[in-house]
Nanobody, 127 residues
């Protein structure tokens, strides 16, 4: 069983920055595909960013491209989401997700790819 624990959320003014962290318990973290999703009130959970296990390739939703950066530290079993130039529409609960299947070829953007999820951390951006 893989456990994911997010941290780093909070209240920030528009234009500000936050860095989310997701600590993972899995012993083979370096082979996990890791993703970030978010869910605003009354909306579906949506893809934000993902990072591959093999070559560190990254994938972003168009709405965050150029503002958010996903990264991972395999020595610390942690994935990060650096969020800059935050907008009120970025307000949501942010979830970390993991796919431990090394050779699964499905979409990085799909919620159904990810097996394990964290409990979420609230990000609120005020205007």
């Amino acid at each position: 069983q893989v456990q994911l624990v997010e941290s780093g959320g909070g209240l920030v003014q528009a234009g500000g920055s936050l860095r989310l962290s997701c600590a993972t318990s899995g012993r083979t973290f370096s082979s996990y595909v890791m993703g970030w999703f978010r869910q605003a009130p009354g909306k579906e959970r949506e893809f934000v960013a993902a990072i591959s296990w093999s070559d560190g390739s990254t994938y972003y939703a168009d709405s965050v491209k150029g503002r958010f950066t996903i990264s991972r530290d395999n020595a610390k079993n942690t994935v990060y989401l650096q969020m800059n130039s935050l907008k009120p529409e970025d307000t949501a609960v942010y979830y970390c997700a993991a796919d431990p299947r090394r050779y699964y070829s499905g979409s990085y953007y799909s919620r159904t790819r990810y097996t394990y999820w964290g409990q979420g951390t609230q990000v609120t951006v005020s205007s």
